[in-house]
C-alpha cells in the first residue's frame, strides 16, 4: 500500500510538472487579453471611421435643408483625422481591457476549471469612497466657477460636471442597490414571481447591471443638460423681448450681416412711421479686453428704445460713452471715468457718462454714431427699430415696411412675435443637431443592455431550465428577460436625467451673465426621456428574450 501510494506521489509530481510547462503564466494571460483587445480595437476604429465618414455626408445632406449649402465643399478627410482615430479607438479598447484582464489572470488554474468560477471583484466601498472624493472634488470645483472669482469660471463648471459625472458611475453599482429593491417591490406587485425574479436578476451582479446602464446613463444626462439649456435660453428669450422690444418693428439682416444705411432713410418716409433708430454692432477695447457695443443716434435711439439708467445718463457727444452695469463692473468703472478707446487710426480719450442695466439690445456699450464716422470705422447699420404713429394700423404699416426693403430679400422686418419666433428657431435647430449625434450615445447604450442580457442568459442556462422544468412559460421567460432589461434601463435614466438636472443648472447659472437669465426645466420633455428609455429597454430585450424562450428545457438543465 505504501509502494502504490509512493507511486500515486510520484505520478502527481510528473502530472503537476507537466501542467506547469503547458500552463499560462498571469503575463500570458492578461497579454492575450490585451492583444484581443488590440485587434478589437484596430476593427473597430476601421468600422468607426467608416461610419463617421458616412454620417459627415448625411450631416452634410442635413444642412443643405437649414439653409447652409456645403454641396460646393469637399469633405475634408486628413491623415491625422485616420491616426487620430486608430490611437483613440485603440487606446481606449485596450485600456478598458487591462482592469479585467487583470482580474482574468488572478483566477487560480484549478478554480477557473469548476463551472461556477466567479472573477475576483474588489469591495464596493473603495469605489464608493473614490467616488465620494471625485463628486466632492467635482462639486467644489463647480461652486467655484459659480460663485467665486475665478478665471475663466466656465471651464471650472465643465471640469466640476466632468467630475461629478464621474462619480456617479463609479458609484452608480451602490446606488443600482436600493434602486433595484425599488423595482422589487413594484414588479412582485404588479407581475408576481416573474417580476421578483427579473429584479433578483437585475441585482445579482450590481456591476454588470451598473456598468450597462452606466452608457445609457451619460447619453440622457447630456440630452437632459442640453434640453434645461435650450429651454433656459428660449425662456429667457421670450422675457428678454417682452422686457426690451419697446420697438413696434426691428429691421436686420436674416444672415446677421451689416446693410446699407439708405435703408433706414427708407423706412423712414413710409407713412405711419414716427421714429427710426439705427444702430450699428462695433467691437472696442477696454484694459485690451474686447467688449460689445452699439453706435447710436441718442436722440433717434431715445424715441424708440428705453435704456434703464442706474446712474448718469446716455451719451451724447463724440468722445462719451454709457456701459452696462456688468461691464462697469468687470472694470471698475463710474461715471465721469476717461477711457482709452484704441481704434485703427487713433486712440480716442473717452468719458464714462452713464451706467444702464444690462440690455441685450445694445450689447454692454453704447457710443454716438458720430465715433464710428470720426475714427474711420466703415458706416454700416445692423439693426433698426422702428415705432410707428399710434393712429397708424400695424399690419398696414408693416406691409408698407416689407415693401420698402423689398429690393433687399436678406433684410426683414419682424414685429415682436415673429423676433423671438426666429430666435428660437435658432436654438431649436442647433439643439435637434446635438439630440440627433446623441442619439448614436443611445444606440449604443441599446447594444449594450442586448449584450448584457445576452450574457445573462447565457449564464443562466441551467437555471432557465429548472425554471422552465417546474412550470415558467415560454411568454412569462420573455416577460422576465423585458422586465430585467427594463429596469437596467431606467436605472440609468434615473441617474442620467438626475445628473442632467444638476449639471444643466449649472450651465444655465454660469451662462446668466451672458444673457440666459431664466431658468426653464422641461418636465414634458424628462418624462418623454424615461418613456422612450424603458421603451429602450424592451427592444433590447427581444433577442435575449427569444434566445432564451427557445432553448430545450432538458438540454439547459443538462448544460454546463
Known amino acids: 500500500m505504501a509502494k502504490r501510494l509512493r507511486f500515486l506521489d510520484l505520478e502527481i509530481s510528473l502530472f503537476a510538472a507537466r501542467m506547469n510547462e503547458s500552463v499560462a503564466t498571469r503575463k500570458q494571460v492578461s497579454r492575450s487579453v490585451l492583444t484581443e483587445a488590440f485587434v478589437i480595437g484596430l476593427i473597430g476604429s476601421t468600422l468607426g471611421l467608416a461610419l463617421g465618414f458616412g454620417l459627415a455626408m448625411a450631416l452634410k445632406a442635413i444642412f443643405s435643408n437649414f439653409g447652409l449649402d456645403l454641396s460646393g465643399t469637399a469633405l475634408v478627410f486628413e491623415p491625422r483625422t485616420v491616426v487620430a482615430g486608430y490611437l483613440v479607438g485603440v487606446l481606449v479598447t485596450m485600456v478598458a481591457a487591462w482592469i479585467p484582464a487583470r482580474r482574468a489572470a488572478r483566477v487560480p488554474p484549478v478554480a477557473a476549471m469548476r463551472d461556477d468560477v466567479a472573477m475576483p471583484e474588489s469591495s464596493l466601498r ?15 470645483a463647480m461652486a467655484s466657477g459659480l460663485w ?46 416573474v417580476g421578483q425574479l427579473a429584479a433578483q436578476n437585475a441585482r445579482r451582479n450590481p456591476r454588470r447591471t451598473a456598468a450597462t446602464a452606466s452608457a445609457l446613463m451619460i447619453g440622457l444626462a447630456l440630452v437632459t443638460t442640453m434640453s434645461i439649456l435650450g429651454a433656459s435660453i428660449n425662456r429667457s428669450i421670450d422675457a428678454g423681448v417682452d422686457r426690451e422690444f419697446s420697438a413696434d418693428f426691428l429691421v436686420q439682416n436674416a444672415t446677421g450681416q451689416p446693410f446699407s444705411p439708405e435703408i433706414a432713410t427708407q423706412l423712414a418716409a413710409v407713412n405711419g412711421v414716427e421714429a427710426v433708430a439705427a444702430s450699428q454692432f462695433i467691437v472696442i477695447q477696454i484694459d485690451d479686453s474686447d467688449v460689445y457695443a452699439s453706435a447710436i443716434e441718442p436722440a433717434e435711439f431715445a424715441k424708440v428704445f428705453k435704456l434703464e439708467f442706474v446712474s448718469g445718463a446716455a451719451p451724447a457727444e463724440r468722445q462719451t460713452m454709457a456701459v452696462s452695469e456688468s461691464t462697469a463692473e468687470k472694470f471698475g468703472l463710474e ?27 445694445v450689447g454692454n456699450a453704447v457710443v454716438p454714431m458720430r465715433t464710428v464716422t470720426d475714427v474711420g470705422l466703415q458706416r454700416a447699420d445692423t439693426a433698426l427699430g422702428v415705432k410707428i404713429a399710434p393712429e397708424a394700423g400695424f399690419k398696414t404699416v408693416q406691409g408698407a415696411l416689407e415693401n ?49 442580457l445576452a450574457l445573462s442568459v447565457i449564464e443562466r442556462t441551467r437555471e432557465i431550465g429548472l425554471l422552465r422544468a417546474v ?38 447659472r454660469s451662462f446668466s451673465d451672458d444673457g440666459i437669465t431664466d431658468l426653464a426645466i422641461p418636465a414634458g420633455s424628462l418624462t418623454i ?5 424603458a421603451l429602450v429597454g424592451i427592444l433590447a430585450a427581444v433577442l435575449p428574450a427569444r434566445r432564451a424562450a427557445k432553448l430545450n428545457v432538458l438540454d439547459a438543465i443538462a448544460g454546463e
Open 126 to 140: 473603495w469605489r464608493l469612497l473614490l467616488a465620494m472624493l471625485l463628486g466632492l472634488v467635482g462639486a467644489a
Open 148 to 193: 467665486l472669482d475665478v478665471p475663466k469660471p466656465i471651464i471650472w463648471v465643465g471640469a466640476g460636471i466632468f467630475g461629478v459625472l464621474m462619480a456617479v458611475a463609479l458609484g452608480s453599482p451602490v446606488v443600482a442597490i436600493p434602486v433595484l429593491a425599488v423595482f422589487g417591490v413594484v414588479y412582485r406587485t404588479i407581475f408576481g414571481a
Open 335 to 361: 461715471v465721469g471715468d476717461v477711457v482709452d478707446l484704441p481704434f485703427v487710426a487713433s486712440t480716442e480719450p473717452t468719458t464714462v457718462t452713464g451706467i444702464f442695466a444690462d440690455s441685450q439690445v
Open 404 to 452: 420698402a426693403v423689398a429690393d433687399n430679400p436678406t433684410v426683414v422686418v419682424q414685429d415682436k412675435q415673429s423676433f423671438a419666433e426666429a430666435q428660437r428657431a435658432q436654438v431649436n435647430t442647433l439643439l435637434y443637431l446635438i439630440y440627433a449625434l446623441l442619439a448614436l450615445a443611445i444606440v449604443i447604450a441599446v447594444l449594450g443592455i442586448v449584450n448584457t
Open 471 to 508: 412550470g415558467l412559460t415560454r411568454p412569462q421567460l420573455r416577460r422576465m428577460v423585458r422586465l430585467e432589461s427594463v429596469a437596467i434601463a431606467i436605472l440609468g435614466a434615473v441617474l442620467g436625467i438626475g445628473a442632467g438636472l444638476i449639471f444643466g443648472l449649472a450651465l444655465q
Open 529 to 533: 426621456f424615461v418613456l422612450v428609455s
